[in-house]
């Protein structure tokens, strides 16, 4: 049985204080019309949030297609398909249950948790489970999609230079093991949530700092582009091949997050909840405007004409930023923060170009920098957090997710490689690796 | 506190009169089983269309991106990440307090308005608040977003000449005043309403024709694209650069207007009303295929050659058609609506041409003259409406945004210019003011 | 009135034996909390599971355009379009009543049938209406959206080469005829339901395989593309334009499946039928997972290099492959029945080459092919599955679709022709049937 079906019953007890926790529980409102009535609207809710969840798989592939090479768009695409599809099949083998590990988080349930997500029988009945949460069909389908986002980040990061199949190994790790792992210390009811109040709304730290963590460690073994960096500090500029599918992409993620962070209220059986949800919603569109303004007028400060792309990811880090508390700020709040997350990206990437750390789409500022931003800015809107309890955590989870894969590139590169051929890469991996182009009968310009 | 939460106290009083007006109250059946249960349902249908109209804005951005050429493609997302970005500020920093000026529209209320929306707090109770309606963040959430539709109209009519600042700046000054006070007059309960009996469903005058009337007059003071019209009255094709972007961009926008025009029931807390909105998504769907079968079979009798881009904006000018009332006429009724639509999209075009009156995507048949068609149209099928009631309407409504608008644009144009050089047009936008290229490695044709 | 209203009022009797019947009846909870709330959620969950199959036909269309070539693409926009918007209005006019015979199946009942689809009336009171079931409207939506599915289906396997207006009449007869005969005889409580006990959930046979098989007819009478196949059996690949537009289009699709096959539940009233979707939309993920693993690493093994559009495919047959039966699968079962759609895939696409079946998108396999493996696997998890009455019930909607399809590709031949000229298809369909290009200013390669 979940954790999260047993709080709602001692929701009376934390009352207020338990504002902002979500994804563990978020009910501050306990008179539920009825409680059938309300499973359905829990229930139904996240399938519509889960589905929105699910198209930003979509939106990732359509950004990172975009914002490649023509010579390796084609593997772009086809890592993003398989990595949502391996992100399926390892989170019902084990991520979920073993990010759930049940009543108490123990090292005994974390063990025991290993073991085929099952669902609930055909027909239930009312009798038969717990109406004052959702089904676990439904849970299990919301949850499944925050896991293979986590996998999408890195994609981005790593292009145009990893070979696919330690790709795809890796995200097996990642989705199998390391995202739910470090998932169930806060929404599973572990340490972090237990014992430093860390608060992480819809998962700024544990979705997407965790992506970008895994990114950069990939990224630092992988090494940079060949060409990327020049002599004496030089960066070469290797701009995506197809604009509009990059603002697409960016489209779709936007919609997509009013899933993410919506359906993250975890509760829609009363009206306090939908009021939530929709506040939830209102917050995280404006945000995303507020990166992208903030991305849009710093370029132009700047370099004097504005950048698309990093318009783009202005909007993504806005998107990341208010996902750590996007319920308790104000619509202008809500703006602000969204807005340093845009300044963010805009500083970082030309920052990471100094470190000669490679980031093809810009992912590890978005998710990783903005994510920490995020984190921290929790306790600006939200009295429950505390500074300590999020640096902590940021940093707990961090050096755990930086860590062991660090370590799984290390072993896949030693075993296996991971990076493909100088021949290959300057030929392109769809020809090398795929032997197919993504736009045959297109000429190069 | 918003108009439309008082009056379903008073429907009672009005009951079946009350058919079609929507967006300010269309509650026939006053018997929601559960006042908090209604209050979920309808705020949940507010978010559900609500990320629906949103998605428009997607579909705005990839129609115009693949009816430009080429050179002014990154130009033509960068404004439409921008504007919609901007509308998202601007309506609670100063619209949607404008737009719904309280209890009685008088102009102290109206000039009380101003000042930034605030939503919900956090964890609200149910003896906090009124349970006949929705929540403030969802109805400001689904609100929001036909703002920023009317700012996508004017980008694609203005494409590939104009700058990005001033554009942006009229922007500002549409999201944030102009929409809010000329919709005020009617779902705001201003006089349209009140004196004329004007009868808006969704928005073929309040969002459409408005979005329409301001792209003209940008589009008179900015002149044609350089090379366009020649001498003698000929006519130079400038045909759209990724015609597979411009339909995905017509299908997003087909999806998005059933939340669109669903959610303008704003309510869905009774069995009549959920019906209602069925019957409202049904006729949607059937106007945009008359739309689009009518632009087919026209174009192809008059051309011998049906014309795809013309069949795009045949269904876009069918939902546009159907937008002012898609309840009350019968599915072949809508059909036919619709099919109006899209033969005035076929003839409007060429008439706009013959006017050198320079509309790159069509926006101005689309919305403004098929707006108008639509708004007209509600007389056949809602005998509420009178043809004076609705033609007093739609000339007041464009009297104002045209005479501001075109304010707005002659004073952007002495202060700032507001088109680009001759040789920034030659070479293209996206060099000229990005400094980059939407398909950077692909060759000419 | 729907032969789906009254069932609910009999499913006391049937109880558990009911399981996995669907788009006839599921309902095996009995106990809504209250009719009304239970109609609205109903109603509310066809609305949204409609416009997400209702995106298909978008998916649809950016997958057939980013697999033809270049010179045929606008060409595949506009049928698509016009497909839709034929399916929108033919199945108001004759599909829907024909499809839904009404109290009892009989000959007497169908031939009465042929009328206008009508909805609800504007602003329906309660008591005008039965609540145990769902509006009018939003079944009507609903299930339109499959029929134009079908439609779908049959434009991507004759691309390239088949005019445009023949392929549009048939596909009236299609929309208006065969898909709503065949599929009353399953969802309209026909013979095939009431004689065989004929399962498929969300429509395998009843919407994949007729497409599939209306597809294979005319394949045949079409004749492949002019150089696909060489002497001695050789075959020349023709890869598609665009595939960034091909994964869009399978992300679209994979996304639209939620609402294909979790709509198909009927009911969402009861604790018990909304675990079933989420059940049913938990499924379907995971079999889309399956398919496109089992092609990945079986192209991998059997040419080495992976296959993107193999993989692609390989999603689409997994999807087709739990269609017929979504609910009765564990995650686990689902994931093998979706697996072995892809593999039925990888293996049927170089078999109809060896048979000279040009299927330009591989429609045959994904929906044909996998649509009879789906039809059959029911038995695997459903008890109340015969393998008799499934392979009879495919047999007999095969003979039906193939032997009346091909008689109308048959006359549209000897009428008006259905293959361009040999010079046309050379050149293009575009510029021979349009006159215009998809990408007029991007270099061929």
């Not at 993003?80 to 090292?107: E, K, Q, R």
């Not at 930086?402 to 490689?417: E, P, Q, T």
């Amino acid at each position: 049985m979940k954790l999260t079906k047993l709080l709602p019953l001692a929701a009376g007890l934390v009352a207020l204080p338990a504002l902002g926790f979500a994804q563990e529980a978020a009910e501050v409102d306990m008179t539920p019309p009825n409680a059938e009535i309300g499973y359905i609207f829990t229930t139904f809710m996240f399938l519509v949030t889960g589905f929105l969840v699910m198209w930003m798989a979509a939106g990732f592939t359509m950004l990172e297609a975009g914002l490649v090479r023509q010579k390796n768009t084609a593997m772009q695409l086809m890592k993003n398909v398989a990595l949502f599809s391996i992100a399926a099949i390892m989170y019902y083998l084990i991520g979920y249950n073993l990010m759930y590990p049940g009543d108490g988080w123990t090292i005994t349930n974390v063990l025991g948790a290993f073991g085929w997500t099952s669902l609930e029988p055909v027909g239930l009945a009312d009798t038969e489970t717990d109406l004052t949460y959702a089904s676990v069909g439904s849970d299990f389908f919301f949850q499944l999609m925050f896991c293979a986002t986590t996998a999408s980040i890195v994609s981005g990061a790593l292009a145009e230079r990893i070979k696919l199949w330690p790709f795809l190994i890796f995200v097996v790790v990642l989705t199998g093991l390391i995202y739910p792992i470090q998932a169930s210390w806060k929404w599973g009811g572990g340490f972090l949530d237990a014992n430093f109040g860390f608060l992480d709304f819809a998962g700024s730290t544990v979705v997407h700092s965790v992506g970008g963590w895994a990114a950069l460690a990939g990224a630092l073994i992988l090494g940079p582009r060949i060409g990327k960096y020049g002599k004496g500090g030089s960066v070469h500029p290797m701009p995506g091949a197809n604009l509009p599918l990059a603002t697409l992409g960016t489209f779709i993620l936007w919609m997509g997050w009013f899933g993410f962070n919506g359906g993250s209220q975890l509760y829609m059986d009363t009206a306090g909840n939908v009021a939530d949800i929709s506040r939830i919603m209102a917050n995280t569109n404006t945000a995303a405007a507020g990166g992208a303004l903030a991305a849009l007028i710093l370029t132009k400060v700047l370099y004097r004409k504005p950048d698309l792309t990093m318009v783009l990811n202005g909007a993504l880090a806005g998107l990341v930023s208010i996902t750590a508390e996007p319920l308790t700020p104000s619509l202008g709040m809500a703006t602000v923060i969204g807005a340093i997350g845009g300044v963010i990206v805009v500083f970082a990437v030309p920052f990471l170009d100094k470190l000669k750390i490679d980031d093809v789409v810009g992912a590890i500022p978005v998710h990783l920098f903005a994510g920490i931003w995020g984190t921290i800015a929790v306790v600006l809107t939200n009295g429950d957090a505390s500074l300590f309890g999020q640096l902590i955590s940021i940093v707990i989870v961090g050096a755990f997710v930086f860590v062991v894969s660090g370590l799984v590139w290390f072993i896949l590169k030693a075993v296996m490689g991971i990076r493909v051929s100088e021949e290959e890469e300057v030929q392109g991996l769809d020809i090398g690796e795929l032997g197919m182009e993504a736009y045959p009968e297109f000429a190069k310009g």
